[in-house]
């Protein structure tokens, strides 16, 4: 079955995985992007091309980029294709019908989910930063494409044109577990076809993605830190104030 050019799950479709390192490998830790708002944009260049295809974003209104820079004339230029309404929530054309039957599941929603894959393997970003950089071919999937995060994984790898082609790598080593018997361990990726991007080049395309997807879980994450710091220092002064008026106070009963 032929899928749609354009379609790209970013997260694991497989559901109940509650750490990363289960399929074989420690997460990579994710580059922070949450101050660098040339990379947000970049990254929602991508989310926008790429996983609304498939996936809704239910939460986020085209208009709330505006917080990123980007003009209304630059989102309704660069991110509406099919004629949607810059005031209009980010969802996919695709039927969920449609998906069921290419996928076997229909696509989560992924307002949150950089929030919802933080585990004790690491944070959502680190988990998604891994997940979509470690595709490789396997010719016994349906789709031809499997994934060292999450095995077996129900999506396409539809990044590899610009990843390319990698398959994976496997060692024998002893087994911890019964002396004398060997395992196969994972030992990295061997790159088969080079892809439009250069490692590094994907490495940061990707990375600016997985920021925008945490900065489209909680928009409001930086002012909220702002806030955050003003509030303490505000206690931290009325703290010395109250202990200085306490003081004088006690001074003159005495």
């Not at 079955?1 to 354009?6: A, E, L, Q, S, T």
């Not at 610009?162 to 002893?174: A, D, I, N, Y």
């Amino acid at each position: 079955m032929k899928f749609p050019k354009r379609l790209l799950a970013i997260v694991a479709l497989l559901p109940g995985l509650a750490f990363a390192n289960e399929g074989g490998i420690a997460l990579d830790k994710a580059p922070d992007r949450s101050n660098n708002m040339a990379a947000l944009q970049h990254g929602a260049k991508l989310f926008v091309n790429y996983c609304l295809n498939c996936h809704n974003a239910s939460s986020m209104r085209y208009n709330r980029l505006k917080d990123l820079g980007l003009s209304e004339e630059q989102i309704k230029a660069n991110l509406l294709f099919t004629g949607e309404k810059v005031g209009e929530m980010m969802t996919t054309t695709m039927k969920p019908n449609d998906a069921k039957a290419w996928f076997g599941v229909v696509p989560p929603d992924l307002s949150v989910i950089q929030r919802a894959k933080a585990s004790g393997a690491g944070t959502g970003s680190d988990y998604l930063y891994t997940y979509l950089r470690t595709f490789y071919k396997d010719d016994t999937r349906p789709t031809g494409w499997n994934n060292m995060v999450v095995p077996n994984v129900a999506m396409p790898h539809v990044l590899w044109e610009l990843q390319g082609v990698q398959k994976v790598v496997m060692k024998e080593v002893p087994d911890p577990h019964a002396h004398g018997k060997m395992i196969h361990q994972f030992a990295g990726f061997e790159q088969v076809t080079p892809g439009k991007l250069k490692k590094l080049e994907f490495d940061t395309a990707v990375a600016d993605l997985v920021g925008y997807m945490e900065w489209m879980a909680e928009p409001a994450a930086q002012t909220r830190k702002k806030l955050g710091a003003i509030v303490v220092l505000f206690m931290a002064v009325f703290a010395f104030l109250a202990w200085r008026l306490n003081a004088s106070f006690w001074k003159e009963v005495k």
